[in-house]
């Protein structure tokens, strides 16, 4: 069975007072059985001798066998936290190694506790946020006009069906930048997107027509923001229309 670390010290400092006590004995029976002073004295000097170099090592090996034992339990603990702090709440931890030590089975359990909670509220979290995901996505898959989310850099992060059955190059593996269109009205479209995303402006209301004047399209963009202000990335909604049908 495992002691734990109090058990150890215990145990330690137990053999120490027993080493104190033999040497206490010892110099006893010299006392008792020793026939002159010469003799007496050589056997206290030698008992004195062995029992200060004896007691020295064993103090040595205590003072330095307390502080690993208690680096390596707490690095153990500091390891979790660290793995925790870092967002893993999947850590298997084996509680039944400290179970002989109530003070950091007591620690471990509660580290333990903690991990089943924030797992499952990360979990739940997860869940919420692909459910708001898959609405928004849905909404925007419905609308007629076409909807564009782009980085800052012009990497497509999402397009919805109406652009991808207008434009069946553009996915979310494409860069606005490396487009290339055979007609002028497609080019104008994302020649202003992205020229929104290098100057950092938002597009209201941008409209035009093709050469012909038989479609027009109508673009609106904002330019998406984290907390520090800094651009991120955009949303662009392009409405074309079709002029000849609409005469």
Same mark, same amino acid.
């Given at each position: ?46 008992i004195i001798i062995i029992f200060t170099f004896v007691i020295f090592v064993y103090v040595v090996v205590i003072y330095n066998y307390i502080p690993y034992r ?31 030590? =109530?003070? $950091?089975?007591?620690?471990?359990? %509660? ?5 089943? /909670?924030?797992?499952?509220? +990360?979990?739940? &979290? ?60 497609n080019e104008r479209i994302f020649s202003t997107m992205t020229d929104a995303l290098r100057f950092g402006n938002s597009l209201v209301d941008v409209g ?13 963009? =904002?330019? $998406?923001?984290?907390?520090?202000? %800094? ?5 662009? /909604?392009?409405?074309?229309? +079709?002029?000849? &049908?609409?005469?």
């Amino acid at each position: 069975m495992k002691r734990s670390l109090k058990s150890r010290y215990h145990l330690l400092i137990t053999i120490l007072l027993g080493i104190v006590v033999l040497q206490a004995m010892l110099m006893l029976i010299s006392l008792s059985t020793s026939t002159n002073l010469r003799d007496l004295v050589s056997d206290m000097q030698s008992i004195i001798i062995i029992f200060t170099f004896v007691i020295f090592v064993y103090v040595v090996v205590i003072y330095n066998y307390i502080p690993y034992r208690l680096r390596k339990t707490f690095k153990e603990v500091g390891g979790i936290i660290e793995d925790i702090s870092h967002g893993k709440y999947n850590i298997d931890i084996d509680s039944s190694t400290h179970d002989q030590d =109530s003070d $950091i089975q007591e620690l471990i359990l %509660a580290l333990q506790r903690m991990l089943n /909670i924030l797992f499952r509220f +990360d979990q739940v &979290k997860s869940d919420k946020i692909f459910e708001h995901h898959q609405r928004i996505q849905q909404l925007i898959n419905m609308m007629k006009q076409s909807v564009l989310i782009t980085s800052i850099s012009g990497d497509i992060i999402y397009c919805n069906d109406s652009i991808r059955r207008r434009w069946t190059m553009i996915s979310e593996r494409v860069n606005l930048n490396e487009l290339i269109f055979k007609h002028d009205f497609n080019e104008r479209i994302f020649s202003t997107m992205t020229d929104a995303l290098r100057f950092g402006n938002s597009l209201v209301d941008v409209g035009f027509e093709d050469a012909e004047g038989k479609q027009s399209a109508l673009i609106n963009g =904002s330019i $998406i923001r984290n907390r520090k202000g %800094a651009a991120t990335g955009s949303v662009f /909604i392009v409405d074309i229309r +079709d002029n000849a &049908k609409q005469n």
